[in-house]
């Protein structure tokens, strides 16, 4: 994931396709430091099953940051809102929220 040119995060996983936005982190007991999932479209997302916490950030369909969820612990639900497109969800504290910028697009390369 990129920001005006900085690498935010070096490794995304996309899941595009029903089957694997409905899987998503599910069955993994962690998620590597750096790493991420994208799971697009999405404007919502539970964390039933889950084995770990996630900071969650919703994206626009022009890939601006919309809501930025942290520490979602797991058994639980969150809603991006009217404007959320997709998710990218990632291990609670494994990214520095600092370094985003709101309202900027992202891109992922």
Known sequence: MLQQGRVLL????VADRATERMRGLLGRDSLSPGSAMLLAPCGSLHTLGMQFALDVIYFDAVWRVVKIVCNLPP??????GWRAHAALEMQSGGFEFASLQPDLPVAFD
């Open 10 to 13: 070096p490794a995304v996983l």
């Open 75 to 80: 058994w639980r639900c969150s809603v991006g």
